[in-house]
């Protein structure tokens, strides 16, 4: 398996794309900006998205994706999250105000895109890839994943803030190679990073006291205009492991 980071950052900017990962040629794990970056051929291959949660800068690119190539598929491009994501897709973004249904288009019978519920500890397997989603505590109904080749394993967090949950569920992964979590802000925001449920780096310091695994350890989300005081603050925690940044167009092979 082979992870293409697409967009990784909180917000946009030059050279700054929202989260947005590429597995392969035909898996997103979300769908923020960072999908702007392919082409349409790229596009048209991606059958299927997992959502880690509704906020929009993990899933401002699905529509504009179905709108650009849905057509040119002879399958529904799937949608997986969970029941209650994909009640707020439904009800707040498909639904003909902010954008068409892509569900009834363009019949029922042979729509562009399709809903899969999937529920947390659930596995996917597609073509001997398992994707599984794990847990994430955040202001709305969310998830990680758990993507396992496998030989070796790769686990995002997703957006989430303190969370003993992740930390039992990652450290039972034994071919665990990479872990990507979030830092939102820095510490001199950590009130509003415990207000909107991401992390700060001493939070950061405090979960990763729980991690049990020998991987690699990125830092995904940092906010805009604060990503070298948040990752200076990172570099100088006490312990191990001791995490890098994740960068645009960086590739992961597990």
Not at 23 to 31: E, F, G, S, T
Not at 109 to 114: G, K, L
Request: net charge negative; charged share 20%; proline share 6%.
């Amino acid at each position: 398996m082979k992870l293409r980071v697409l967009g990784c950052s909180g917000g946009i900017g030059v050279n700054l794309r929202t989260t947005s990962f590429l597995l392969d040629h035909d898996i997103l794990i979300d769908a923020g900006t960072g999908v702007g970056e392919l082409g349409l051929t790229e596009l048209a291959a991606i059958g299927h998205i997992f959502v880690t949660h509704s906020h929009l800068d993990h899933i401002a690119c699905i529509p504009l994706l179905l709108d650009s190539v849905g057509f040119m598929r002879d399958r529904p491009l799937t949608i997986y999250a969970t029941d209650e994501t994909l009640e707020i897709l439904k009800q707040h973004i498909f639904n003909w105000k902010i954008w068409p249904d892509f569900s009834v288009l363009p019949n029922a019978q042979r729509p562009v895109m399709r809903y899969q519920p999937i529920k947390l500890g659930e596995t996917v397997a597609l073509n001997g890839r398992r994707i599984t989603a794990i847990p994430a505590n955040h202001t709305v109904p969310a998830v990680g994943y758990h993507l396992d080749s496998g030989t070796a394993s790769l686990v995002f967090s997703g957006d989430t803030t303190t969370n003993d949950a992740l930390w039992e569920a990652v450290n039972k992964i034994e071919n665990l190679r990479y872990l990507i979590i979030e830092t939102a802000f820095p510490n001199s925001e950590k009130d509003l990073a415990i207000l909107s449920k991401h992390l700060c780096p001493s939070l950061l310091g405090e979960e990763l006291t729980k991690f049990k695994r020998d991987a690699e350890v990125f830092i995904t989300h940092l906010k805009p205009g604060e990503i070298e005081p948040t990752m200076r603050e990172i570099e100088n925690l006490a312990g191990r492991p001791h995490p890098g940044m994740l960068l645009n167009n960086q590739e992961f092979d597990f």
